[in-house]
C-alpha cells in the first residue's frame, strides 16, 4: 500500500486541513496508519500537527518516531554540504515507522524560514526517496483566481521535473464565489490522471483563536475557562484611550491589546462583553509583563463565569501587536470546533469514493471504533436527516450542535425560549445563527400537536386541556414533532431523566409492527472492535420471549450499522452444563429467537469469557460460530447488563455510545445526565443513520 506525502506549495497553505481529512479517511479503512513528519521546528512535543495526529487518532507510537530531524539539525547539515546525509537520516527513521504500519501519512515541511534551503524540491525529493505518492496543497487564500492557477502550474511543474508520483492538488481557501471558476480553469491544465479538488475559504479555520495566540506568543493564562482559548479572534485593538473613548473602539470578536497595570481597561472590556448593548469580546492580552492590582486579581478570581480569557506576555505593546498580527491560525488538538470545521469544508469539497479508490486500500474485516464512527459520519451524511434537540440551552448540545453543523450530519432544530436560548449562544461565542429556534409554550404547532396528542391518548383519560398543557413540556412536543414527521428523530436526556425522555414516545410513536417492546443497546467502543451490548437500560427483567426479542432485534440494529451479528445470550453457564431458573430462561430464549430467526447466528446460554476468547469457546462450545466470536451480547436481566457496560466502559477504558432506543416506529435516543459533547455528537449521528433506515423523511 503506497503511502501518501503532503506538501505544501508554499508557506500558509493551509495543509493542516488535508493532513486530518486524509488521516480521517485512512484511519477508518485500515487499522496500521501511521503519520510522519521529516523536519519539526525545535521539539516534537510542541509540534501543534503532531499533537493533533497523534490525541485524535491515539497513535500508538512515541512522539520520538514521528519526526525525522528538528530544523536546526537540518539547517547545519544543508550548510555543510550533507544534503544527502539529511536524506539518509530521515529516511532512516521513516522506514523504522514503516515497518510497524499499512500505510504512513507524511506532512511536508511548514515553510517557517528556520530551513529556507528546505522548500518544496525537497519534499519532492522526501515523497520520492519514501516511495510515497504526493498531494499537493496549494495557497488560495487571499490570492486571485490567476495567481492561484500560477501556484497550481509552477507546483504541478516542479513535481515533472523530480519525477514526483501525484495523486491529487488541494486549491485550499479560495473565495467561496470562485470555486467553480478556479476548478474548471485548473481542470483544464492538469492531466486527467490526477485528482483536484478545491477548498473554499472557512472563515473558522482562516481566524486564529485565543488559544493559539497564547501558544505562538508562550503568553500565561491569567484567567478564563477552558472554552474560552477556543475563541475565535477576528481582529485586534490596541487599547490606549480613556473608557468613553476605548469603548466605541470594540468590535465583535476582538482581541484587546493593553498593558498590564490598565485596571480600568480590563474590567471594562469584562463589562462590555456580558452587556448587550457591546460587541462579544475574544479576549485580552496583557503587555510588559505587568499583572493587575491585588484587588482587580481577587474580583476576576471571584467571577462564577468568565468565558474571556486574559492573557499575559512579557512583551511591550508594540512587539506584541507585531506579534499577533504574525500569528497565522492552525488547528490546536484541543480545538474540537476547528477539527470539526477542517474535516467538514475537506469531506464536503473531496471525492473520498475516488480517493479510496486511487490509494487502493483494502477495507478491514473489522470494524474497529474509528472505522464505526467514520461510517456512521458518511451514512448520516449521505442523507441528511432532521433531529430534534429539545434542551437548547444546555451548553453540551449547544457545542454538540455547532460540531454536528460544521460536518454537515444533520438539520437540527433546537428547543427552548428563543430569547433564552440565543443568549445562551452568544455568551458560549458558537456559530449557530442558522438553527431554528422553537419554544413550545407560544408555537403556532402547539395546538395542532395538542389535538393529536389528545386523540392518540383520551381512552387513557387525557382531556383536551390536559393534552394542551402537556405539549408545553420539550419532551412532548420534540416527540410529536417526530410523531408528524417535522422531525426525523430526537435526542434528549442531557438535563432530563430517561423517563422524562422516553415516556411520550411509548405513548405516541410506538413499536414496530415485528417488534413486541422497545429495548436498547450500547455500541461499546474497544480498542480494536466494536461490540453491541443488549439490553442495558429499559426491561429491568425480560421473559424468555422478550430476550429472545431482544436478541432479534438487538442483531438487526448490529447489522443496520454495519457489525457482523454473531448473538451470544449470556448467563452463567455455558450449553448444557448448568440449571436453574435463570439458565433455563436464557435456554428458552434461545429457542424461541432460533425458531423466529433461523438464518441468524445466535447461540447460548453462553458465558461471557467463551463468547469473546476462541480458546474458551472452543473448549465449552465446540462447534459453535459464536463462541469466541460474538459481537452481540444479550444479558439476561438489566442489572447485569447495566453493570457489565458500566465495567467495561470504566476499567477497559471504552468508549459507550447509547443507550440508542430499539423497536420504536422512529429514532428517539436518550442520553445520560453526564453525558459529554463527544457522547451526544455520536447519539445524534446514530438518530440520523436510524431516521434513514425508517423510510420517513
Known amino acids: 500500500m503506497q503511502s501518501i506525502y503532503i506538501a505544501g506549495a508554499g508557506s500558509g497553505s493551509g495543509k493542516s486541513v488535508a493532513v486530518l481529512g486524509f488521516m480521517e479517511l485512512l484511519s477508518a479503512i485500515n487499522r496500521r496508519v501511521g503519520f510522519f513528519r521529516p523536519i519539526v521546528s525545535r521539539d516534537v512535543h510542541d509540534d501543534t500537527l503532531t499533537s493533533l495526529i497523534r490525541r485524535r487518532y491515539d497513535l500508538p507510537f512515541p512522539a520520538e518516531a514521528l519526526y525525522g530531524c528538528t530544523a536546526d539539525e537540518a539547517s547545519a547539515l544543508v550548510a555543510a554540504g550533507r544534503y544527502d546525509e539529511l536524506l539518509k537520516q530521515i529516511l532512516s527513521k521513516f522506514k523504522a515507522l514503516d515497518d510497524q504500519c499499512d500505510i504512513i501519512l507524511c506532512a511536508g515541511t511548514d515553510y517557517d524560514g528556520l530551513v529556507p534551503s528546505l522548500e518544496f524540491d525537497f519534499n519532492a525529493d522526501l515523497a520520492n526517496n519514501f516511495g510515497c505518492t504526493i498531494v499537493v496543497v496549494v495557497k488560495g487564500f487571499g490570492r486571485t483566481s490567476d495567481e492561484a492557477l500560477h501556484a497550481v502550474h509552477m507546483a504541478h511543474e516542479s513535481m515533472v521535473d523530480r519525477r514526483g508520483d501525484l495523486l491529487a492538488t488541494i486549491i485550499n481557501g479560495v473565495e467561496p464565489e470562485f470555486v467553480e471558476q478556479v476548478q474548471r480553469r485548473a481542470r483544464a491544465v492538469l492531466p486527467a490522471s490526477?485528482?483536484?479538488?478545491?477548498?473554499?475559504?472557512?472563515?473558522?479555520?482562516?481566524?486564529?483563536?485565543?488559544?493559539?495566540?497564547?501558544?505562538?506568543?508562550?503568553?500565561?493564562?491569567?484567567?478564563?475557562?477552558?472554552?474560552?482559548?477556543?475563541?475565535?479572534?477576528?481582529?485586534?485593538?490596541?487599547?490606549?484611550?480613556?473608557?468613553?473613548?476605548?469603548?466605541?473602539?470594540?468590535?465583535?470578536?476582538?482581541?484587546?491589546?493593553?498593558?498590564?497595570?490598565?485596571?480600568?481597561?480590563?474590567?471594562?472590556?469584562?463589562?462590555?462583553?456580558?452587556?448587550?448593548?457591546?460587541?462579544?469580546?475574544?479576549?485580552?492580552?496583557?503587555?510588559?509583563g505587568l499583572q493587575p492590582a491585588d484587588n482587580v486579581q481577587r474580583l476576576l478570581a471571584g467571577l462564577r463565569r468568565n468565558k474571556v480569557s486574559i492573557l499575559s506576555v512579557p512583551m511591550d505593546t508594540f512587539d506584541t501587536t507585531l506579534a499577533v498580527n504574525r500569528v497565522e491560525s492552525t488547528i490546536l488538538p484541543e480545538d474540537d470546533r476547528k477539527i470539526a470545521a477542517a474535516l467538514g469544508v475537506f469531506e464536503r469539497n473531496v471525492d473520498l469514493k475516488d480517493l479510496q479508490e486511487r490509494v487502493a486500500l483494502c477495507h478491514s474485516e473489522r470494524m474497529t471504533p474509528l472505522m464505526f464512527e467514520y461510517e456512521l459520519v458518511q451514512r448520516a451524511k449521505s442523507d441528511r436527516k432532521h433531529i430534534v434537540l429539545p434542551e437548547g440551552t444546555d451548553e453540551r448540545i449547544l457545542r454538540a450542535a455547532e460540531i454536528l453543523t460544521l460536518r454537515g450530519v444533520a438539520d437540527l432544530t433546537l428547543l427552548g425560549n428563543?430569547?433564552?436560548?440565543?443568549?445562551?449562544?452568544?455568551?458560549?461565542?458558537?456559530?449557530?445563527?442558522?438553527?431554528?429556534?422553537?419554544?413550545?409554550?407560544?408555537?403556532?404547532?402547539?395546538?395542532?400537536?395538542?389535538?393529536?396528542?389528545?386523540?392518540?391518548?383520551?381512552?387513557?383519560?387525557?382531556?383536551?386541556?390536559?393534552?394542551?398543557?402537556?405539549?408545553?413540556?420539550?419532551?412532548?412536543?420534540?416527540?410529536?414533532?417526530?410523531?408528524?414527521?417535522?422531525?426525523?428523530?430526537?435526542?434528549?436526556?442531557?438535563?432530563?431523566?430517561?423517563?422524562?425522555?422516553?415516556?411520550?414516545?411509548?405513548?405516541?410513536?410506538?413499536?414496530?409492527?415485528?417488534?413486541?417492546?422497545?429495548?436498547?443497546?450500547?455500541?461499546?467502543?474497544?480498542?480494536?472492535?466494536?461490540?453491541?451490548?443488549?439490553?442495558?437500560?429499559?426491561?429491568?427483567?425480560?421473559?424468555?420471549?422478550?430476550?429472545?426479542?431482544?436478541?432479534?432485534?438487538?442483531?438487526?440494529?448490529?447489522?443496520?450499522?454495519?457489525?457482523?451479528?454473531?448473538?451470544?445470550?449470556?448467563?452463567?453457564?455455558?450449553?448444557?452444563?448448568?440449571?436453574?431458573?435463570?439458565?433455563?430462561?436464557?435456554?428458552?430464549?434461545?429457542?424461541?429467537?432460533?425458531?423466529?430467526?433461523?438464518?441468524?447466528?445466535?447461540?447460548?446460554?453462553?458465558?461471557?469469557?467463551?463468547?469473546?476468547?476462541?480458546?474458551?469457546?472452543?473448549?465449552?462450545?465446540?462447534?459453535?460460530?459464536?463462541?469466541g466470536k460474538a459481537t452481540v451480547f444479550i444479558f439476561p436481566d438489566l442489572n447485569t447488563g447495566n453493570n457489565t457496560y458500566k465495567a467495561v466502559q470504566r476499567s477497559a477504558g471504552a468508549v459507550a455510545i447509547g443507550p440508542v432506543l430499539q423497536g420504536l416506529n422512529k429514532p428517539v435516543n436518550d442520553l445520560s445526565r453526564g453525558c459529554t459533547v463527544t457522547d451526544i455528537v455520536n447519539t445524534v449521528t446514530i438518530t440520523a443513520v436510524q431516521a434513514q433506515t425508517t423510510g420517513q423523511s
Not at 501558544?215 to 475557562?225: F, H, P, R, V
Not at 440565543?422 to 409554550?441: H, K, N, S
Open 194 to 288: 490526477e485528482s483536484l479538488y478545491v477548498l473554499p475559504e472557512t472563515e473558522a479555520l482562516a481566524r486564529p483563536t485565543i488559544g493559539e495566540i497564547a501558544k505562538m506568543l508562550d503568553g500565561d493564562c491569567l484567567c478564563g475557562e477552558d472554552e474560552a482559548l477556543n475563541q475565535m479572534v477576528t481582529n485586534y485593538k490596541v487599547a490606549a484611550m480613556e473608557i468613553p473613548d476605548f469603548l466605541n473602539y470594540i468590535e465583535d470578536g476582538c482581541l484587546i491589546i493593553t498593558p498590564g497595570d490598565r485596571s480600568d481597561i480590563i474590567l471594562a472590556a469584562l463589562a462590555a462583553d456580558v452587556s448587550a448593548a457591546y460587541p462579544h469580546v475574544a479576549g485580552l492580552l496583557l503587555t510588559g
Open 418 to 627: 428563543v430569547d433564552k436560548v440565543r443568549q445562551r449562544v452568544g455568551e458560549l461565542g458558537l456559530q449557530l445563527a442558522d438553527i431554528p429556534i422553537i419554544d413550545p409554550t407560544n408555537s403556532a404547532k402547539r395546538d395542532e400537536y395538542a389535538a393529536i396528542y389528545h386523540e392518540l391518548r383520551q381512552h387513557k383519560g387525557i382531556s383536551e386541556q390536559m393534552a394542551h398543557d402537556a405539549l408545553e413540556d420539550v419532551s412532548y412536543f420534540g416527540t410529536l414533532m417526530v410523531y408528524t414527521g417535522d422531525a426525523d428523530g430526537m435526542v434528549s436526556g442531557a438535563a432530563h431523566t430517561t423517563q422524562h425522555t422516553i415516556r411520550p414516545s411509548f405513548e405516541t410513536i410506538r413499536t414496530k409492527p415485528d417488534t413486541k417492546l422497545v429495548s436498547s443497546v450500547f455500541f461499546m467502543c474497544l480498542a480494536d472492535r466494536v461490540l453491541v451490548y443488549g439490553d442495558c437500560a429499559v426491561n429491568p427483567n425480560p421473559d424468555a420471549e422478550q430476550l429472545a426479542d431482544i436478541a432479534i432485534t438487538s442483531a438487526g440494529t448490529a447489522a443496520s450499522f454495519g457489525i457482523e451479528p454473531r448473538v451470544a445470550m449470556l448467563s452463567y453457564s455455558t450449553g448444557q452444563s448448568g440449571k436453574g431458573v435463570d439458565v433455563d430462561k436464557v435456554r428458552e430464549a434461545v429457542r424461541i429467537a432460533r425458531a423466529r430467526r433461523s438464518d441468524l447466528k445466535l447461540d447460548g446460554p453462553i458465558q461471557y469469557d467463551a463468547a469473546v476468547d476462541f480458546g474458551v469457546g472452543r473448549s465449552k462450545l465446540p462447534g459453535s460460530e459464536v463462541a
